[in-house]
């Protein structure tokens, strides 16, 4: 009742329902993104391409559409296996204590030390080769079609790096709920009638940290996509012919004094997402709120 209370963040997500639908509903009616027709590059906006064509005469709104499927796949996927790892990790962390919180937490501030995107380059490169080797394997061993292997080996790899090492500041938000958490009352109770300590953790407390989680992973997604975005403006991140919108933004940039449209279309979309998944965030931060509950 108090997120529908917040007009912008219900308009958020509701701007977001149809971004997913356009994305992932009616894109597959909008031809094929990489059909190049180099008779028709740089056609304006009209009725056989409602946002125009790009360098290679391929529709520029079919494109956007397909890239947003790996933008908002990368900020879904990698926000999951960070949820995941975070939630569990921190939540054993603050539970064990003693040294074993003591030892995990020094690997958490290890990691902090490290630039981010350094560590999901070297990790995508590294799970690159696996993934390649391993859409081969099924497409020879198992007759895996190739075209969709291929492009699913193209993507995992940042899906899984950017996920696998953007877990750190919830592990220790979750962390420190639980600390408070097990020493609260129904905790309590739980270890007097002799449960054991990972049916308490997972059962009891856990669910008890989620209000928190939820909030900081819907204000996540949109710095994953930034990330996405960033390495496929630098090269590497998605790779031909798959697009994202960020690849979609660095193509644009090239053209951008002559062929503004190509940056500002994709910008649009990408800003308007980023924009729709923070208000949405900060409505459920609001909503969640126990102070506000209280009013």
Excluded at 48 to 59: C, K, N, S, V
Excluded at 71 to 85: K, N, P, R, Y
Excluded at 112 to 135: C, H, K, M, R, T
Aim: proline share 5%; glycine share 10%.
């Amino acid at each position: 009742m108090r997120l529908r209370q917040n007009k912008v963040a219900v308009a958020s997500g509701l701007f977001l329902i149809v971004m997913f639908g356009l994305c992932f509903v009616a894109a597959w009616f909008t031809g094929d993104p990489n059909q190049q027709e180099l008779t028709h590059k740089f056609a304006a906006p009209g009725s056989g391409h409602p946002l125009g064509t790009d360098q290679m005469g391929r529709d520029l709104f079919s494109r956007i559409l397909f890239g947003g499927q790996i933008s908002l796949l990368v900020g879904l996927v990698a926000t999951s296996v960070a949820f995941v790892i975070g939630i569990s990790y921190g939540a054993i962390s603050g539970y064990v204590g003693g040294r074993t919180d003591a030892v995990m937490m020094r690997i958490v501030d290890t990691l902090y030390a490290i630039p981010f995107l350094v560590l999901v380059i070297l990790l995508q490169e590294v799970l690159s080769s696996s993934a390649g080797e391993a859409a081969g394997w099924l497409v020879k061993k198992w007759s895996f079609p190739e075209e969709t292997t291929f492009r699913f080996a193209n993507i995992l790899p940042l899906f899984i790096a950017i996920g696998a090492l953007g877990w750190l500041t919830l592990a220790r938000i979750t962390r420190s709920q639980v600390l408070s958490l097990k020493q609260q009352e129904f905790a309590q109770a739980a270890v007097s009638l002799g449960l054991s300590p990972r049916r308490i953790l997972f059962r009891h407390i856990i669910p008890n940290t989620l209000g928190p989680a939820i909030v900081y992973v819907t204000l996540t997604i949109p710095s994953f996509i930034m990330y996405e975005a960033t390495l496929s403006f630098l090269g590497l991140g998605i790779k031909a012919p798959n697009s994202s919108w960020g690849v979609l933004i660095k193509d644009g940039a090239n053209y951008m004094e002559t062929q503004p449209m190509l940056l500002i279309f994709p910008g649009l979309f990408f800003t308007a997402t980023l924009f729709a998944l923070n208000f949405l965030g900060d409505g459920l931060r609001d909503a969640l709120d126990p102070k506000a509950a209280k009013d």
